[in-house]
């Protein structure tokens, strides 16, 4: 007899696919809805019973409710994430310029764009879509191609890893030799640093009376871009993009560095790549700028991307020109798309219309969000052995205070790494990070914007901010040790009567009814109370009164509402309108 085996505690063992709606995942467990529903609302995930859910929450969701589930392979998703490459030939290298905003980085892309010997040639770039392509001659006359990415700096470069799209080989840091290293540079090298990607460096106007190279090799030394002159291992390359002075040579070190990366993609597969720009254009619909990245691109293609799918239907390079294929790192603006994608989205050629079209359905996955109490459970699981933070706070005091307390909490099985670091409030840029880095947000008496706010809230990144540094550090510490345990607030926000059924269709059911306390909310999560029990939740997807659509009905007037739910609502039920929200504990 085995005496360690306990059947109590033993787990069922279920198989799902790697995406599932709410409905097919209890399903697949063999429970009400309404009781899967009620563990994922107990956990932050605000899902309808059609709405679908990754493998991840699904794992956690059924080790609650006693099951081991596993993933099984699942075909069709697997082809949009990976495919086997098998002819492998050398690409163009996409490089990235950033650097700070007075140094030069438009001058010198103007420069690097006048050493074309094809767009000099042909009358130069005629449409700006966020990326073109140069090619030039090397020292041994041989014709290359680069690829640049014609985007905002490091804001657009964050934002697209954040997303994780990793498309830069190399990246240009321009640094002015009379001005030297500044903020935005050393924020930038971060950034690229993070990413692993090569930096090149371009110390610009060389040229002026004040400039010192000796002087900002220094002070990039000082930020850990070592000179290779001096041992280090970033190469440096002194120019003029107002006089045109030493550009062949930067665009040669960029080539020397790419080849060293040996830069491959397969041009045989389907094609996939990534959104670099979007925008609606009358008599052409939603127009998307691509990058290729792995296969080629043809007209009339059927792809998804991101949240949409589409054929292709007309593609141009950057200069203008329809093209009918487009190669890895080739950049191309696409037309033919149901809707407009996201910066950041990645599209993959598929077999056919419907296939893109069913492939879309189950994309719509909800990402757990990135907070203090859920790095705390990661690292009390053993997932995680360092803790990424970024880290803001009022006054450069005040960051090196909590810098060198944060160093002394460190544990011999986690470490804290500080991703970025920086003066002043809370900014896009430092969202972008902690999204691209899977890092907390740590703020010390500094403040979010409304429109940082809502950026965090959409890639659900929490903000956590403040005014005290021990609390800061005592949170930190509990993270650390993996002890910190969030502390859910039920709060309700308003009930009403149930006056009369309109409709129901299967899980949606079209009521109306009195508010009478409070206030409903459109997109809220109900309780349906009977008698004063509560038979099961749902939530509401449509508010109405007066035959408009509302966010909210206040207490003593009338709406009407569509509520999907499991449970059958019945006239005289009353339905509880009510939030969770996710208390910090302090120790």
């Known amino acids: 007899m085995d005496t360690n085996s306990n059947p109590a505690t033993t787990k069922k063992i279920v198989e799902v696919s790697s995406v599932l709606s709410v409905r097919e995942y209890a399903e697949a467990l063999k429970m009400p809805v309404t009781q899967v529903m009620s563990v994922l609302f107990k956990n932050g995930v605000m899902a309808t019973i059609n709405e679908s859910i990754d493998f991840e929450t699904m794992a956690?969701?059924?080790?609650?409710?006693?099951?081991?589930?596993?993933?099984?392979?699942?075909?069709?998703?697997?082809?949009?994430?990976?495919?086997?490459?098998?002819?492998?030939?050398?690409?163009?290298?996409?490089?990235?310029?950033?650097?700070?905003?007075?140094?030069?980085?438009?001058?010198?892309?103007?420069?690097?764009?006048?050493?074309?010997?094809?767009?000099?040639?042909?009358?130069?770039?005629?449409?700006?879509?966020?990326?073109?392509?140069i090619t030039i001659k090397d020292k041994e006359k041989k014709e290359r191609t680069i690829t640049f990415l014609d985007t905002p700096g490091h804001e657009a470069f964050s934002a697209m890893r954040a997303h994780g799209a990793n498309i830069t080989d190399v990246v240009i840091l321009v640094v002015a030799a009379n001005d030297g290293v500044k903020p935005q540079t050393i924020e930038a090298a971060k950034h690229a640093k993070e990413a692993n990607v090569p930096i090149v460096v371009a110390i610009n106007k060389i040229d002026l009376p004040d400039a010192d190279i000796e002087k900002t090799k220094r002070q990039l030394a000082d930020i850990g871009l070592l000179p290779e002159e001096w041992g280090g291992s970033t190469p440096m390359v002194g120019i003029s993009a107002k006089n045109h002075l030493n550009i062949d040579e930067l665009l040669e070190m960029v080539l020397l560095v790419s080849d060293l990366k040996e830069m491959k993609?397969?041009?045989?597969?389907?094609?996939?790549?990534?959104?670099?720009?979007?925008?609606?254009?009358?008599?052409?619909?939603?127009?998307?700028?691509?990058?290729?990245?792995?296969?080629?691109?043809?007209?009339?293609?059927?792809?998804?991307?991101?949240?949409?799918?589409?054929?292709?239907?007309?593609?141009?390079?950057?200069?203008?020109?329809?093209?009918?294929?487009?190669?890895?790192?080739?950049?191309?603006?696409?037309?033919?798309?149901?809707?407009?994608?996201?910066?950041?989205?990645?599209?993959?050629?598929?077999?056919?219309?419907?296939?893109?079209?069913?492939?879309?359905?189950?994309?719509?996955?909800?990402?757990?969000?990135?907070?203090?109490?859920?790095?705390?459970?990661?690292?009390?699981?053993?997932?995680?052995?360092?803790?990424?933070?970024?880290?803001?706070?009022?006054?450069?005091?005040?960051?090196?205070?909590?810098?060198?307390s944060l160093e002394k909490i460190s544990t011999s099985e986690v470490k804290i790494n500080i991703v970025h670091e920086g003066v002043g409030d809370v900014n896009e840029s430092d969202i972008n990070m902690a999204l691209a880095s899977t890092a907390l947000v740590i703020g010390f008496r500094v403040k979010a914007s409304t429109d940082v706010m809502n950026l965090a809230k959409r890639?659900?990144?929490?903000?956590?901010?403040?005014?005290?540094?021990?609390?800061?550090?005592?949170?930190?510490?509990?993270?650390?040790?993996?002890?910190?345990?969030?502390?859910?607030?039920e709060t309700e926000v308003g009930r009403m009567e149930v006056l009369a059924i309109f409709k129901v269709a299967r899980q949606d059911q079209i009521i109306g009814g009195k508010v009478k306390t409070g206030r409903i909310e459109n997109n809220c999560v109900v309780k349906i109370v009977r008698d004063k029990e509560t038979l099961g939740e749902g939530k509401i997807t449509s508010l109405q009164q007066n035959k408009r659509e509302v966010s909210d009905v206040q207490e003593g007037f009338e709406c009407g509402l569509k509520v999907v739910s499991a449970t059958k609502i019945k006239v005289g039920d009353s339905l509880e309108c009510y939030k969770h929200e996710e208390i910090i504990r302090r120790l």
């Open 60 to 133: 956690i969701i059924g080790d609650e409710l006693g099951y081991d589930v596993k993933e099984k392979a699942d075909e069709k998703i697997s082809k949009i994430v990976e495919v086997e490459r098998k002819h492998l030939t050398e690409r163009s290298p996409v490089v990235t310029v950033m650097g700070h905003v007075d140094h030069g980085k438009t001058k010198l892309l103007d420069a690097i764009r006048s050493t074309d010997v094809v767009s000099t040639e042909s009358g130069g770039i005629t449409q700006h879509i966020g990326a073109y392509q």
């Open 265 to 404: 993609a397969d041009a045989t597969v389907p094609a996939s790549g990534v959104v670099i720009e979007s925008h609606m254009q009358a008599g052409k619909g939603p127009l998307a700028t691509v990058l290729v990245q792995e296969g080629t691109l043809h007209l009339n293609d059927p792809i998804i991307i991101g949240q949409t799918y589409g054929k292709i239907r007309i593609m141009e390079n950057y200069l203008g020109k329809k093209i009918k294929e487009a190669k890895p790192s080739t950049p191309i603006q696409i037309a033919g798309l149901q809707d407009l994608p996201n910066f950041g989205d990645r599209f993959q050629v598929v077999e056919n219309e419907k296939e893109a079209r069913d492939l879309v359905k189950t994309k719509s996955i909800h990402r757990k969000v990135i907070s203090i109490t859920e790095i705390s459970k990661d690292i009390k699981e053993g997932k995680l052995k360092e803790l990424k933070i970024v880290l803001k706070a009022d006054v450069a005091g005040s960051l090196e205070a909590i810098k060198t």
């Open 459 to 489: 890639e659900n990144i929490k903000i956590s901010i403040y005014d005290i540094i021990y609390q800061l550090l005592d949170d930190l510490t509990a993270a650390l040790s993996g002890l910190l345990e969030p502390e859910i607030i």
